[in-house]
């Protein structure tokens, strides 16, 4: 299994910048994927960019060209910088973290982030 602690959320005026952190601990060397997912108020809860243990990333198409997914090399903490930020990016943002042949999702407690107009 996996922890994981994220920080790094808060409120911003849109155009803004936030970066944030997501720290793992226990069975690291077994991740084969990160990534961030986000869940506005009313809605479900949407990817927003993933990578993986080999670096290959993913990112959905509104946060593309704004939002960089990051790690350092030993999975420790992934990083979700995030430019140009929008109202609509206002959500609970997830850190999430899969493993080498486990089907199970394993999630942080979430970090709220809060774009305001």
């Known amino acids: 299994q996996v922890q994981l602690v994220e920080s790094g959320g808060g409120l911003v005026q849109a155009g803004g910048s936030l970066r944030l952190s997501c720290a793992t601990s226990?069975?690291?060397?077994?991740?084969?994927?990160m990534g961030w997912y986000r869940q506005a108020p009313g809605k479900q809860r949407e990817s927003v960019a993933t990578i993986t243990s080999g670096g290959l990333t993913n990112y959905a198409d509104s946060v593309k060209g704004r939002f960089t997914i990051s790690r350092d090399n030993a999975m420790n903490t992934v990083y979700l910088q995030m430019n140009s930020l929008k109202p609509e990016d206002t959500a609970v943002y997830y850190c999430?973290?899969?493993?080498?042949?486990?089907?199970?999702?394993?999630w942080g407690q979430g970090t709220q982030v809060t774009v305001s107009s």
């Open positions: 226990g069975s690291i060397a077994s991740i084969s994927q």
């Open positions: 999430n973290a899969r493993l080498y042949g486990d089907t199970r999702f394993f």
